[in-house]
């Protein structure tokens, strides 16, 4: 499979974007799909997670404003962010996670995006 994020870019504190997450195969099958995000220096986090009935979790740090939802007819995953702040500041990778709870594939190359203060 492969992922193809997009929608990242440079924005002021206050600003929203969309990213979107496209993958190679069907993931209307695929229960649960999750947004990452790796700032710099630091480990990969999970940010938010959907399961394929629409449930959704998020961070701590970002709920209420971001929003993660699918097109499973696009075989797409979005991850709508609203009141950016410059600690959103990183890479952000989409991937999906099997019962066992481990990413279930390779990493994309990820979607930067930068909030200026």
């Known amino acids: 499979v492969q992922l193809v994020e997009s929608g990242g870019g440079l924005v002021q504190a206050g600003g929203s974007l969309r990213l979107s997450c496209a993958a190679s195969?069907?993931?209307?099958?695929?229960?649960?799909m999750v947004w990452f995000r790796q700032a710099p220096g630091k480990q990969r986090d999970l940010v938010a997670t959907?399961?394929?009935?629409?449930?959704?979790n998020y961070q701590e740090s970002v709920k209420g404003r971001f929003t993660i939802s699918r097109d499973n007819a696009k075989n797409t995953v979005y991850l709508r962010m609203d009141s950016l702040k410059p600690e959103d500041t990183g890479v952000y990778y989409c991937?999906?996670?099997?019962?066992?709870?481990?990413?279930?594939?390779?990493w994309g190359q990820g979607t930067q995006v930068t909030v200026s203060s």
């Open positions: 195969e069907n993931i209307a099958a695929i229960d649960t």
């Open positions: 959907i399961t394929s009935g629409g449930r959704a």
């Open positions: 991937n999906s996670k099997t019962i066992f709870g481990t990413l279930r594939w390779a």
